[in-house]
């Protein structure tokens, strides 16, 4: 049964802090790790890793995957209170994307 | 551009009554086809995929059931609605291959 773990579940910091959340992972047949972002609705998608080593960058947002240690990090720099939400790592093991149960972030102003 | 459809926005049931979600995509052809719920402060949870049209792949056992009846067409349906089948059920397409995942807006159904 594939499996993907997050951690920590919740973390509470301050505007301009630093934010560092996990993703491991097993699948039988990898394909993509994919990072999400949910606010009040709809996921809405942040990126997708596909090789070791290669980080993904989006503004203050960042990723990186390892496959030998199966997991990857989603790092925020510089919080703003827009960056509250629910953060979704999820792995596609041929068709089916599985989805860790979420890491919920609040930045306090 | 493609858009995903997901009717209704919320819903409100009586236990033992029928269920049916809706959900469209346009501006694609043979996408893959997801549903997924999930539980207050819960995860997603893969509920059913198709990759073409009458193809649909089970993940939980459950009395759920979906259809997909045209090619951008997704339907979730179930024939008698248990308190446990509440939750925030979201529709989605991908291109398939690994690709992302592209939600429509859920729909909140409460069991009562």
């Known amino acids: 049964e594939d499996k993907v773990v997050q951690s920590p579940l919740s973390l509470v910091v301050h505007e301009g802090d630093t934010v560092t959340l996990n993703c491991s992972y097993e699948?039988?047949?990898?394909?993509?790790l994919l990072w999400y972002k949910q606010e009040k609705k709809a996921p809405t998608f942040l990126f997708m890793l596909t090789s070791s080593g290669i980080e993904k960058k989006s503004g203050r947002l960042s990723s990186i995957l390892d496959k030998k240690e199966l997991f990857s990090i989603l790092n925020i720099t510089a919080t703003q209170t827009g960056d509250s939400a629910i953060y979704l790592c999820?792995?596609?093991?041929?068709?089916?994307?599985?989805f860790g149960a979420g890491t919920t972030v609040t930045v306090r102003a | 551009s493609q858009t995903i459809h997901q009717w209704p926005a919320t819903l409100v049931q009586p236990v033992g009554s029928p269920l049916s979600l809706e959900c469209t995509v346009e501006g694609t052809s043979n996408p893959n086809l997801y549903w997924y719920r999930q539980a207050a402060g819960r995860g997603l949870q893969l509920l059913f995929y198709s990759v073409g049209i009458g193809q649909i792949s089970s993940e939980v056992p459950q009395n759920l059931s979906a259809s997909r009846p045209q090619d951008r067409q997704f339907i979730l349906s179930s024939k008698k609605l248990l308190l446990s089948d509440s939750g925030f059920y979201l529709c989605?397409?991908?291109w398939g291959g690994g690709s992302p995942l592209h939600f429509g807006n859920g729909t909140r159904l409460t069991v009562t």
């Open positions: 999820a792995v596609y093991d041929d068709y089916k994307l599985s």
């Open positions: 989605a397409w991908s």
């Open positions: 699948v039988t047949n990898f394909r993509s």
